[in-house]
């Protein structure tokens, strides 16, 4: 079912913090100490889908979505929802800017995976 409404949901955005192991030139991520931690508002829809991630057609797949006015939404952010109608943890998977017709900053559109680790 989807949900969008015109009142501004509250979640919490939290940043990870990111190590990258010299050996492996892997980086991880740390959810539990996170370098940035706040609430912010929006709209969350429970609509999935599929994105294109290359020219190529691959493609990867969407639980929800957030729309925001706030500017610094990047992947790999966690959402903490917690609206009675749904709840849990998303990450960020993409976050692109979306302009008005004159090409200025309109809004943040958020592309949510659940995830059902944290």
Do not use: C
């Amino acid at each position: 079912m989807s949900v969008l409404t015109d009142t501004p949901h509250t979640v919490t955005q939290k940043r990870p913090a990111r190590d990258k192991d010299s050996a492996t030139n892997a980086t991880s991520l740390d959810y539990a100490n996170p370098t940035l931690e706040r609430d912010i508002l929006g709209l969350f829809q429970s609509r999935g889908g599929v994105k294109a991630i290359s020219d190529e057609g691959e493609e990867i797949p969407f639980d929800s979505m957030f729309f925001s006015l706030e500017q610094n939404i990047q992947a790999d952010d966690l959402l903490e929802v917690d609206l009675g109608w749904v709840s849990g943890n998303f990450i960020v998977i993409s976050a692109e800017p979306k302009p008005d017709l004159d090409g200025i900053f309109d809004h943040m559109e958020a592309l949510l995976q659940k995830d059902t680790k944290l």
